[in-house]
């Protein structure tokens, strides 16, 4: 399976988190106060493509950090 689209899609989470001034573990608390059982060391390896995405996920990740889908997928 070709993970380049996993890599793109971890990398503009991890730049639109730091756009907002936003550490891994202040992200990966507001998930886990929202039901998400992610780590911070979960949402690390999701920045760098090692961990799938779930539909869930991008769900929260899109309203915490308050962009489009189109965002999160470019």
Do not use: P
């Amino acid at each position: 399976m070709d993970s380049s689209y996993d890599k793109a899609m971890g990398q503009n989470i991890r730049r639109l988190r730091m756009e907002r001034g936003m550490s891994q573990e202040q992200l990966a608390a507001r998930l886990q106060v929202r039901g998400c059982d992610i780590t911070r060391s979960g949402l690390a390896k999701m920045e760098v493509g090692q961990r799938h995405i779930y539909a869930d996920e991008i769900r929260l990740l899109r309203e915490i950090l308050s962009v489009s889908y189109d965002d999160l997928f470019v």
